[in-house]
């Protein structure tokens, strides 16, 4: 995805928290988002929290499930918004699918797309990166 290269211009400035690398364990996804918390809320970016975490949570909880690889989480700042980024080591890719009335997994990605800005997939040499962008309410 093209979005990426505005990294470096654009709304971020690369004010990255430091990074974390969790195991592919159920507790990760507390610690995530907990992390994810605590990076917005130095970001000052903390009106985004709720909906961040519920993201963070679902993209974790899909590498865990998926990938079972360690997954790193890091947050990348600008002036009203954050991207978030959930990286691991698995090549393969994610996917929409339409989870019939009585399926009991199936909805991560749609919402995805319905609490976040933006978000996108990119393929990395050592697996991939899910990304999404999240902005200070008000």
Do not use: C
Not at 19 to 30: G, I, N
């Amino acid at each position: 995805m093209g979005d990426r290269e505005q990294l470096t211009g654009g709304p971020y400035d690369r004010r990255v928290r430091d990074e974390v690398v969790l195991p592919p364990l159920p507790a990760s996804v507390k610690r995530a988002r907990q992390f994810v918390s605590g990076a917005l809320a130095e970001l000052g970016i903390a009106s985004a929290t709720d909906d961040a975490v519920l993201v963070v949570s679902e993209l974790v909880t899909n590498a865990v499930v998926h990938a079972g690889t360690d997954i790193t989480v890091r947050v990348v700042g600008g002036a009203d918004t954050a991207r978030i980024e959930i990286a691991d080591s698995s090549p393969e890719m994610p996917g929409f699918r339409i989870p019939n009335a009585g399926a009991r997994s199936g909805r991560g990605l749609l919402l995805v797309e319905h609490f976040t800005q933006r978000w996108g997939v990119e393929r990395t040499s050592s697996g991939k990166v899910v990304w999404f962008d999240v902005r200070q309410e008000g």
